[in-house]
């Protein structure tokens, strides 16, 4: 019998692992954010959107630091198209999601972001010939389903501005993810690094007064540094591995966990249906690294 090579049929597999696991990471980092808001006492939505930022900044740096030896100057200045506009999706999707939240509900935001997966594939199938795969079209209509059943009873047709700037969030993480997946091989951290410096340049330009509590300040930053900071590392790194629809996919566990952490902290019951909902967002994220890992077996010796 022919002897198969374990390492070159399982390196594939493992990278794909390894990139998901991290895609999920992201996920459960960003759906921390409910949580820190809830602690901020007297900070406006952009003054967390400049701190954060500030914070996002720093941990770039820090880790390009880290990566290059102390050297920062070299990777920023190998910042190229990609990044810059990889960098300005990334803001603008930050900026979509505060100005979705002020003119209509929850509900309607969280409905249309779940578009995001649909809007990835298309333009990675447009943009990057990536063939979606039919596991994950299952995954994608399972999340939706979810999303669909978390906030179905309290979808409204009003805020049409709001909603809006939800659809306008859900493209531009869309896009930002393609553009990451366009530039896999190249050092896309400097993307987040524009991010960063373009939501807070715009947050500074509308806000009047910069002082804040201590107390609002040093969780803004630990939300900068760790919900997105750490999570857009991870996220950079999956994106070198996985399809853009998948990106997308996978960090919508953030649906489903962002309330309960508020349940579990602050004893908010999110209520039955947000429960089911989330079971079957988790049911949906989760046919994607399992139907991958069946898809590609470990090979046996003969």
């Known amino acids: 019998m022919t002897q198969l090579n374990p390492t070159l049929s399982a390196a594939p597999n493992h990278l794909y692992r390894n990139g998901a696991i991290m895609v999920i990471m992201c996920g459960l980092l960003w759906s921390t954010a409910g949580v820190g808001v809830r602690y901020i006492d007297q900070a406006t939505g952009w003054h967390i959107v400049f701190f954060r930022s500030v914070g996002l900044v720093l941990t770039m740096l820090a880790v390009m630091a880290w990566r290059n030896k102390g050297d920062v100057i070299t990777p920023i200045k190998r910042t190229n198209k990609l990044s810059l506009l990889a960098g300005i999706f990334m803001g603008a999707s930050f900026f979509g999601n505060i100005f979705a939240l002020l003119h209509t509900s929850v509900a309607n935001v969280t409905f249309l972001l779940s578009s995001a997966p649909f809007i990835a594939a298309l ?3 447009l943009i990057l010939g990536e063939r979606v795969k039919r596991r ?14 978390m906030v179905g009873q309290a979808l409204t047709g009003d805020g049409l501005i709001g909603m809006a700037f939800a659809m306008m969030m859900a493209i531009c993480y869309a896009a930002f ?6 530039g896999k091989d190249n050092d896309m951290l400097p993307a987040a690094l524009v991010g960063g410096v373009f939501s807070m340049l715009v947050a500074a330009y509308a806000i009047d007064d910069f002082a ?7 969780i803004c930053l630990a939300l900068g540094f760790f919900q997105m900071g ?3 590392v991870m996220f950079i790194h999956g994106s070198k591995h996985l399809p853009a629809a998948e990106l997308t996919l996978l960090t919508m566990l953030e649906v489903i966990l962002s309330p309960i952490w508020v349940w579990l902290l602050f004893n908010e019951h999110p209520g039955n249906w947000t429960l089911i909902g989330g079971s079957i967002i988790i049911l949906g994220v989760m046919v994607q690294p399992i139907g991958a890992r069946r898809r590609h077996p470990q090979p046996q010796i003969f």
């Open 123 to 125: 333009l990675g199938w």
């Open 136 to 149: 994950t079209w299952v995954a994608i209509a399972l999340t939706s389903i979810g999303v669909s059943v």
């Open 177 to 182: 993810s393609v553009i990451m997946r366009r």
């Open 212 to 218: 804040i509590s201590w107390t609002d300040l040093r």
């Open 230 to 232: 750490l999570a857009m």
